[in-house]
C-alpha cells in the first residue's frame, strides 16, 4: 500500500517556475514507478511526465519536453517535478500516482492517487 500526498502548488505569471513534490508512505517505494498527471478544466486527465523506480527511465509528454524535469530521492521517499517555462495552458491540478510494475504513461496502470495540487499560470 502506497499513500501519496502532493505539494508545491500555487499561482505564477507565464514563464515562471514551481516545484512539485509527492511524498509517499510505505516501505516499497522504491520499487514503484511514478508519474504524475494533471487535469484541466472540462478537460481528460493527461500524461505529463513517469520515472521507473530507480530513475534511469523517464517519459515526458511532449507538451512538456525540455520545460520539466521529474525526479526522484528514493531514501527520501519523494518525488518531484520541476516546471519551468510555464505558460497558461499548463494550469490545471496536478497528481502524483505510483504503480508497482514497470513504468508507463497510462493513467489506468497506475494504483495509487495523491489528492493532486492546483498550478494556476496567469498571462
Known amino acids: 500500500q502506497v499513500q501519496l500526498v502532493e505539494s508545491g502548488g500555487g499561482l505564477v505569471q507565464a514563464g515562471g517556475s514551481l516545484r512539485l513534490s509527492c511524498a509517499a508512505s510505505?516501505?516499497?517505494?522504491?520499487?514503484?514507478?511514478m508519474g504524475w498527471f494533471r487535469q484541466a478544466p472540462e478537460k481528460e486527465r493527461e500524461f505529463v511526465a513517469a520515472t521507473s523506480w530507480s530513475g534511469s527511465t523517464i517519459y515526458y509528454a511532449d507538451s512538456v519536453k525540455g520545460r520539466f524535469t521529474v525526479s526522484r530521492e528514493n531514501a527520501k521517499q519523494t518525488m518531484y517535478l520541476q516546471m519551468n517555462s510555464l505558460k497558461p495552458e499548463d494550469t490545471a491540478v496536478y497528481y502524483c500516482a505510483a504503480r508497482a510494475t514497470p513504468i508507463s504513461t497510462i493513467q489506468y496502470d497506475y494504483s495509487y492517487w495523491g489528492q493532486g495540487t492546483q498550478v494556476t499560470v496567469s498571462s
Open positions: 510505505g516501505r516499497t517505494f522504491s520499487t514503484y514507478a
